[in-house]
């Protein structure tokens, strides 16, 4: 459980490094990032810095999970789809700002644990699916927010066509092994409008799903 002194320190580290929405860090506040790591490394869950977990795959940097988030502007009536469940973590934050979060993983196993996770903690507006995202969610289509959380070479195509119009879709993209950028498209009613926020680094956006 965070106590006091890890909540303060971890809510400061947000704000120095550019989480300034307070409905934003109204949701990370309701989130134990501790819960999402399952107790390993757990003197460094509430530091902010990317930390491994199962499948070879890493739960995202805090403070990025907050600019992602800040940068999504989700609205409370918004049905968002994530990729790339990981954790579940960016899920759960989400899960307090939107009326319904679908998020996908390639990895059967990570759904599984952030569902169980999701279960315990009641948040029951969250819907983990295991497939591969670079298709999206057609059943589920079309959503007001999408976030993907491993890094595109391009913004995939079917995301694109199952954003809404008005709708807002974060990405980092590049190559894998180097610097990406997080790239907000706007779909307006007659073209996507790009604008490139900040260099990351996730890992790579995969295609099919994985073996376990
Ligand atoms: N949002 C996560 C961190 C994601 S790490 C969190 O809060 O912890 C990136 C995740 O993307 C990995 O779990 C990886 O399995 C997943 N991923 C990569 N390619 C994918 C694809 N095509 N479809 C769905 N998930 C994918």
Do not use: W
């Not at 107790?39 to 509430?46: A, E």
């Amino acid at each position: 459980m965070m106590d006091a002194e890890n909540q303060m320190q971890f809510l400061f580290q947000l704000r120095k490094n550019g989480v300034t929405d307070t409905r934003t860090l109204e949701a990370m506040e309701k989130v134990d990032r501790g819960v999402f790591m399952r107790g390993v490394f757990s003197d460094r869950v509430y530091e902010d810095m990317p930390l491994p977990i199962a499948c070879g795959q890493t739960i995202s940097q805090p403070s990025v999970v907050g600019l992602m988030t800040q940068s999504l502007n989700v609205q409370p009536r918004d049905k968002v789809l994530e990729v790339g469940t990981g954790s579940g973590y960016q899920a759960a934050v989400l899960s307090h700002l939107a009326r319904r979060v679908y998020t996908v993983d390639r990895h059967r196993k990570l759904v599984r644990e952030a569902r169980e996770i999701f279960d315990e903690l009641g948040l029951v507006n969250i819907t983990a699916i295991t497939a591969d995202g670079s298709r999206g969610l057609p059943d589920q289509a079309p959503f007001d927010r999408i976030i993907v959380t491993a890094a595109a070479e391009d913004p995939p195509g079917p995301l694109l066509e199952q954003l809404r119009v008005g709708g807002i879709m974060v990405v980092p993209v590049g190559q894998s092994d180097a610097v990406q950028s997080l790239i907000k498209v706007t779909r307006g009613p007659n073209r996507f409008e790009y604008d490139e926020l900040l260099p990351v680094r996730f890992v790579p956006l995969l295609e099919g799903l994985g073996q376990d």
